[in-house]
């Protein structure tokens, strides 16, 4: 058995579970922050070209995502634990530029109507 296969090796689901229950607590309180106090200066330029950065670590992720399933359906565990987690920091990523991009940007209203209205939502 490989090293990074190894049980014993693995993190403990007590450990995980505190960890996802801080970062998930941190983040609904940041975004409760953002939405109903945070004052956005709509002159201000600061962050525009994060929406192409967010596009790119999407599609990134997106990649990682659908060769992470070609190496274990192809039998390469550890390959497959490589790429999801690269995966994993390319959304955490996103998550985090997508946030400042709203706090400094606020938010954008979609305008269009018609029948391509109900297609964007």
């Not at 002159?43 to 525009?48: D, I, N, Q, T």
Request: aromatic share 12%.
């Amino acid at each position: 058995m490989a090293h990074e296969d190894r049980p014993d090796e693995m993190i403990s689901p007590p450990v995980v579970a505190l960890a996802t229950t801080v970062v998930t607590v941190a983040a609904l309180g940041f975004l409760v922050w953002l939405v109903y106090f945070h004052q956005v200066d709509g002159a201000s330029r600061a962050g525009e070209s994060l929406p192409a950065l967010n596009a790119f670590l999407n599609a990134a992720a997106a990649c990682l995502l659908w060769t992470g399933r070609r190496a274990i359906r192809a039998g390469q565990r550890a390959q497959h634990k490589r790429l999801m987690l690269s995966a994993f920091l390319a959304s955490a990523l996103f998550l985090v530029s997508y946030v400042i991009y709203h706090a400094l940007q606020g938010d954008t209203h979609f305008s269009g109507t018609g029948w391509i209205r109900p297609i964007y939502f």
